[in-house]
């Protein structure tokens, strides 16, 4: 069973950083883009930043200068570097992989748990 497994979250002053790791276990053939949502209290979640296969970026205007998405496919990992945080950052952030579980067939997008990020003084 494919699972993505999140880490790193906590609590952090603003200005600081963090890096939010995602693993990847289980069988699978291949991973292809992975994706950074969050989700703060009240809102809808929103895409953070996207990483293709061929490791070309994308970034929420509001994060942009500030995090950095990245991966390790030796590693089947995935990580989100956080720096300059500010208290509007503060949400549950969660990993997003599209998976494919055998070749020839289409990947199927897995999440991982979320994790707490916050924000605070």
């Known amino acids: 069973q494919v699972q993505l497994v999140e880490s790193g979250g906590g609590l952090v002053q603003p200005g600081g950083s963090l890096r939010l790791s995602c693993a990847a276990s289980g069988r699978f053939f291949s991973i292809t883009a992975r994706n950074w949502y969050r989700q703060a209290p009240g809102k809808q979640r929103e895409l953070v930043a996207a990483?293709?296969?061929?490791?070309?970026?994308d970034y929420a205007d509001s994060v942009k200068g500030r995090f950095t998405i990245s991966r390790d496919n030796a590693k089947n990992t995935g990580y989100l570097q956080m720096n300059s945080l500010k208290p509007e950052d503060t949400a549950v952030y969660y990993c997003n992989a599209y998976i494919r579980t055998n070749w020839g067939l289409t990947p199927r997008d897995y999440w991982g748990q979320g994790t707490q990020v916050t924000v605070s003084s």
């Open positions: 990483i293709t296969n061929g490791g070309s970026t």
